[in-house]
């Protein structure tokens, strides 16, 4: 595995949101440190929980578990989510996936 490869998550407050950066591959073996990352910021619904793919480079049905486990929660919880950058090949797979439709994003795609 190359470092391009190495699953990282950084973060960034900003006034009306709050930027998750994810990069490398999102799978199986880094469901754990997702959720970790994550779990925190559910309950902030004063600003938009952003995840930002522009340097993901791979996910499987688990990454893309938590992504919806994420909608899910963020709409019950009634807080703004949203999803940008989306790698083409990414947003590729969302689509034969089916989950296109339910992931919110800003119309970008990196």
Known sequence: MNQMDKFQIRTENKENEC???VSGE???SMAGEMRSAVEPLMEQTE???VLNLKDLTYIDSTGIGIILSILKARTANKGPFLVEDIPVKI???FDMTGVSKFIPTNGQFA
């Open 26 to 28: 999102l799978d199986l």
């Open 91 to 93: 947003k590729r797979l």
């Open 47 to 49: 600003r938009t929980l």
């Open 19 to 21: 930027v998750l950066y």
